[in-house]
C-alpha cells in the first residue's frame, strides 16, 4: 500500500472504499484528480466538513489534483434526512451560500502550481437539463431496488412523513456529478464523509455503465467521542467556520476545552502536524495531562488553519489573559469582546462605580458585605490585578479596548462590565 494510504489510515481519514489496493496502484502511478463536494445548506461550512477539507488537503499536498464542489444544484434539492424533509431555500439565497461556501474552502487549498485545485459548481452542468435528460440519459442506469435500499431512502418511507420524488432524485444528480467531472477533468476519485457512501457509490456505478470507466471511491469517518457519541456541537448549536457565525475565540475555546482522551485522534484529523511530532505531543501530554499541551496545539492548529495566524494569535493571547496569564490591554477590542460575551455582565459609570459594584451587579457576589469581604481577604481582581481598596472608583485610565473590564473572584470566576456611553 502507498505511503500516502498508510499515513491517511494512520491519522484515522479512511473508513470505507472501493479496491484499496487498486487506489494504491493510482495514487502511485502519477497525480489522481479526486473531488469532493460541498452542499450549500447554510451560510458557512462547520467542524464536520474539516475532516473533508483536510483529507483534500493531505492529497494535495501529496501531489493529487483537487476539485472542490460546491453543490449550487444538489443545494437546492437537499439529500433526504433522517429526521425529516428539508426545507427548500430559494434560489437566490442557495446562490448566496455556495458563494460563501467557495470563500472558506480556498483558504484550505492551493489555485497554483502543477497540481492546482479547481472549483466547480454542478449548477453549471445542471440548470439546463430537461426532463427528458434526467429520465431518459440518466434514469435508464438507475436501478429502483438499489435506490430505496439506501438507508436514508428506507427510513424515510417507513416513517409517517414518506419521501418526496425530489429528494429520492438527489441520489441521481450526485451521481452525475462524477460522470461530468470525470469527462471534463479525468476525475476517478471521489472523496467524502461516511455517510455518503449510497451516494458515492452511486456514482462509481452511474460512471461504469455510463463512460465504461473504472474509478475509485473514499470516505472517512464520522468523528464521535469515546462513548460513541458524535463529536462537536457547543452550547449555541453548530461549531460554524465563519467568523460572523461563530467567533474565533468561541472556536479556539471549543478546541481546548476537549476531554484528554480526544486528543489523540483529534490531533492526527485536524492537524497538519508530522507524526512524529503528533506522537511526542501526545506523550507530553500523557505524562502531565495538566498542562494541557494536546489542547492548546490542538486550539492553536486548528483555529489557524480556519482564521489564520494572526486571529489564532489574538484568541489564544485573550484566552490567557482572562485568567491572569497576559496582558489584557494588548488585547483588541472585538477579541476580547468575543472572550467576554458568555460572562455576568454589568454597566459602570466611569469615576463612580467601584469593584464592589461590580460584583454584585453582576452576581459574582450576593450582597455588598461580601463583595467587601472578598476584595479585603485579597480574592477581587481588576484586570487581573488585585484591588487593595474597595471604595476606589473604576476610572478611564481602568478601561480596556471596547470601554470594558474584567472583574474577577478569586481564580476562575469572572464577569465583565462596559462603561456607559
Known sequence: MSTLLEELQWRGFVAQHTDLDALAAALEEGPVTFYTGFD??????????????????????AGHK???????????????????ERTL?????????????????????????????????????????????LMRDLGKHFRMGTMLAKESVAARLRSDEGLSFTEFSYQILQANDYAELYRRYGCTLQA???DQWG??????DFVRKSEGATVHALTTPLITKADGTKFGKSEGGAIWLDSEMFS???????????????????????????????????????ANPRARLGQRTLAREVTTLVHGEQAAKEVEAASEALFGGGDLAAVDAKTLADATAQLPCAELTVGETTV??????????????????????GGAYLNNAKVEDEDAAIGQD?????????????RRNLAVAVAAD
Do not use: C
Request: hydrophobic share 45%.
Open 40 to 61: 450549500p445548506s447554510a451560510a458557512s461550512l462547520h467542524h464536520g466538513h474539516l475532516v473533508a477539507l483536510m483529507l483534500m488537503k493531505h492529497l494535495q499536498n
Open 66 to 84: 483537487p476539485l472542490a464542489l460546491v453543490g449550487g444544484a444538489t443545494g437546492l434539492i437537499g439529500d433526504p434526512r433522517m429526521s425529516g
Open 89 to 133: 431555500n430559494p434560489t437566490e439565497v442557495v446562490a448566496d451560500w455556495a458563494d460563501k461556501l467557495k470563500v472558506q474552502i480556498s483558504r484550505f487549498l492551493s489555485f497554483e502550481g502543477e497540481n492546482a485545485a479547481t472549483m466547480v459548481n454542478n449548477y453549471d452542468w445542471t440548470k439546463d437539463m430537461s426532463a427528458i435528460t
Open 192 to 194: 467524502g464523509g461516511n
Open 199 to 204: 451516494n458515492i457509490i452511486g456514482g462509481v
Open 248 to 286: 474565533p475565540y468561541d472556536f479556539f475555546q471549543f478546541w481546548i476545552n476537549v476531554d484528554d482522551i480526544e486528543v489523540p485522534k483529534l490531533l492526527k484529523i485536524f492537524t497538519l502536524l508530522p507524526r512524529e511530532d503528533i506522537e511526542r505531543i501526545i506523550a507530553e501530554s500523557e
Open 356 to 377: 464592589v459594584d461590580v460584583l454584585v451587579a453582576s452576581g459574582l457576589e450576593k450582597g455588598r458585605n461580601a463583595a467587601r469581604r472578598t476584595v479585603a481577604s
Open 398 to 410: 481602568d478601561l480596556l479596548p471596547g470601554g470594558r473590564v474584567l472583574v474577577r473572584r478569586g
